[in-house]
């Protein structure tokens, strides 16, 4: 009691304060983690920033023992029912800009692992083609990427129902016309203005839903873990 709750006068006041944040909350690692993040923005101990303190890198290296972060889902849904179901819709030129634009998105996804938010910072002015596919660099930083984080593509050619590079061709000539900007992404109606993220996740749940997935269960930032576990079950690491 009676310490200044910006500057307190040691760091075991603040290891207190987290510990009783712990127990009550019961939080696991990635919530406790971010607690201490915020209290960082706002907190110093004589001066120094939190993250100087050796004593409290060690509490959070027990807490990460002691309660480490459980996944989201204990099983995943299997991409290939939602390739199978996007595979039926036929090859890129004769879909509609709606369609096309729902399965240029799914198979970015599918075909990288990547999180929603990376895809969606996807822009012309950091595509670049390749002899057998494309890739994009990332012109913005994010939450986990860096600036000049390059996410790559391979062509699939043995089925162009299915071949990112493909779908992207058709999809930046049929949307040509409309672009104003280099987002990826934009609407498929008029104005055709570039979307939001929420609409991205909103078109993604859509395809999930006509491929036969609970969408009550599978939101649409599961596409992730149905990659990389897909992948993981095909050998790939």
């Not at 944040?21 to 971010?34: G, R, V």
């Not at 819709?89 to 509609?96: A, D, E, I």
């Not at 391979?154 to 409309?178: D, G």
Request: proline share 6%; with cysteine.
């Amino acid at each position: 009691m009676g310490e200044d709750p910006h500057n307190p006068s040691a760091i075991t006041v603040v290891i207190n304060c987290l510990q009783l944040c712990k127990d009550f909350y019961q939080l696991h690692y990635s919530s406790f983690n971010s607690a201490k993040s915020a209290l960082q923005n706002v907190v110093t101990v004589q001066g120094c920033h939190l993250s100087m303190f050796k004593l409290l890198q060690d509490f959070m290296r027990g807490v990460l023992r002691d309660a480490p972060s459980l996944p989201k889902y204990s099983n995943i849904w299997d991409p290939q029912v939602v390739l199978a179901h996007i595979d039926l819709w036929g090859p890129p030129h004769t879909l509609s800009l709606k369609l096309l634009t729902q399965k240029l998105l799914i198979l970015l996804l599918l075909c990288s692992g990547q999180r929603l938010q990376t895809v969606f910072s996807f822009s012309l002015d950091g595509l670049d083609f390749t002899p057998d596919g494309f890739l994009f660099t990332i012109m913005k930083c994010l939450k986990r990427k860096k600036v000049g984080t390059v996410v790559q593509y391979k062509a699939f050619p043995q089925n162009v129902n299915l071949c990112p590079k493909q779908h992207l061709v058709q999809y930046l000539h049929k949307s040509a016309e409309h672009r104003k900007s280099p987002q990826l992404f934009l609407s498929y109606q008029k104005p055709f203005e570039p979307v939001k993220q929420c609409t991205l996740s909103r078109w993604v749940t859509q395809v999930l839903h006509s491929s036969g997935i609970d969408t009550q269960i599978f939101k649409p930032h599961s596409t992730r873990a149905a990659s990389t576990s897909g992948a993981a079950r095909g050998g790939l690491r």
